[in-house]
């Protein structure tokens, strides 16, 4: 459940920041954004894991800021630029790479083994990503959504006295 709930959420979220067009900085909107994000991660952390002892040292402090920075910060501000200068839906494909990128770092940096149905799996999906992203756009389609702007929303009519 709270996986579709976060599914849900960043597909929310894109299409809200695309229908924005270009806020006045990528980077505010995506701090914004993972600070209330974490808003409820912070509480039920609290809540949940009174018991648990953490050994704050620079490993783990440079493991926290690592993943923070390059993990979740700068994939999320690249995410958000590129939904300002391209179609969500095609862009979207390029989520299901992040089990192959998974996977290839687990091979990579930390000795995994790779089952037969792993690389199966990783080529299917390699090859479905490639094939959607070569596809052009069938014409008739629709185009993307417009931006939102202060002048693209109706005034309230008004009555006359």
Do not use: C
């Amino acid at each position: 459940m709270l996986a579709l709930a976060a599914s849900g959420g960043a597909a929310a979220g894109s299409i809200i920041i695309k229908r924005m067009g270009r806020p006045a900085s990528v980077l505010t909107v995506s701090a914004w954004q993972l600070i209330v994000g974490s808003a409820p991660l912070l509480i039920l952390s609290a809540v949940l894991e009174r018991s648990a002892s953490v050994v704050w040292n620079g490993e783990l402090i440079s493991l926290i800021l690592v993943l923070a920075l390059l993990g979740t910060s700068l994939p999320t501000a690249i995410w958000y630029s590129l939904i300002q200068h391209h179609d969500v839906g095609r862009l979207s494909i390029f989520l299901f790479l992040v089990p192959v990128f998974g996977t290839a770092i687990a091979f990579l940096a930390f000795g995994e083994q790779l089952s037969v149905p792993a690389v199966a799996g990783i080529l299917l999906t390699v090859s479905g990503v490639v094939a959607i992203a070569a596809e052009r756009p069938r014409p008739g389609t629709l185009p993307a959504a417009p931006p939102l702007s202060a002048t693209s929303v109706a005034p309230p009519a008004t009555v006359p006295h």
